[in-house]
């Protein structure tokens, strides 16, 4: 069956440094995968999206990369700030799947000052 | 939250009643769709919409019906609340693309005692 695994440990940073979060999946051939930030009792934001034929996204202070030979994708906040603390999901969807998407179960940041 | 709102935001009910939730968007979306969010589950999708009274079932959708008579109203209904549907619910709305961004709504508390 199809997995997506994300760390469920939160992940502490301090303030200025980069927080590295993963997004494992097996079983699975994306077309795309999309992050998105979760503030408590809210909704997901979307973040950012990207294609199985791109090796990098940006975004300010953002950076998704997608390796579909590992089945892995890395999401970076660079210059980190406590505003920047959430839970961060990772999202796959399928060339013919009509916006249908498969939901890790998400990592908590934690920024410190 | 992008024009999107679900009601009611939170709700206690008891083993078998029926609930219906319901989500309204100002945005003129065609698709539409209905999560839960459960810890250490992330997001798993009920049933999604491609247009009016167009649906079908997503990953988790026993014990579930939906209906869409308008373009702005998706409506979940739990037939006969189980305790297992205790959850976070949570509607989306996507683009006219398959690889478009999701916008979610606040989403809803459901406590079924």
């Known amino acids: 069956s199809q997995k997506i695994e994300q760390n469920s440990e939160a992940l502490n940073i301090q303030e200025g440094k980069t927080a590295t979060l993963t997004c494992n999946y097996t079983n699975y051939s994306p077309a795309y995968l999309q992050w998105y930030r979760q503030d408590p009792g809210r909704g997901p934001v979307f973040l950012l999206l990207i294609r199985e034929n791109e090796k990098e996204k940006r975004k300010e202070r953002l950076k998704v990369t997608f390796d579909t030979t590992l089945k892995q994708s890395l999401f970076h906040i660079t210059a980190s700030q406590p505003a920047d603390s959430a839970t961060y999901l990772c999202?796959?969807?399928?060339?013919?799947?009509?916006?249908?998407?498969?939901f890790g179960a998400g990592t908590q940041v934690v920024v410190t000052p | 939250d992008a024009g999107i709102t679900q009601s009611p935001r939170h709700k206690v009910t008891e083993t078998g009643t029926p609930v219906t939730l319901r989500c309204h968007q100002t945005e003129n979306h065609r698709y539409m769709y209905w999560y839960r969010q459960d810890p250490g589950h992330g997001l798993r999708l009920i049933h999604y919409?491609?247009?009016?009274?167009?649906?079908d079932k997503g990953e988790v959708s026993d014990g579930y019906s939906v209906s869409r008579s308008k373009t702005e109203d998706f409506l979940l209904t739990l037939e006969s609340a189980t305790s297992s549907q205790t959850s976070v619910y949570f509607c989306a709305i996507g683009g006219t693309g398959v690889q478009e961004t999701q916008y979610f709504g606040p989403g809803t508390r459901l406590l079924v005692l």
């Open positions: 919409s491609y247009g009016v009274k167009d649906t």
């Open positions: 999202a796959l969807g399928g060339a013919d799947s009509w916006g249908k998407l498969q």
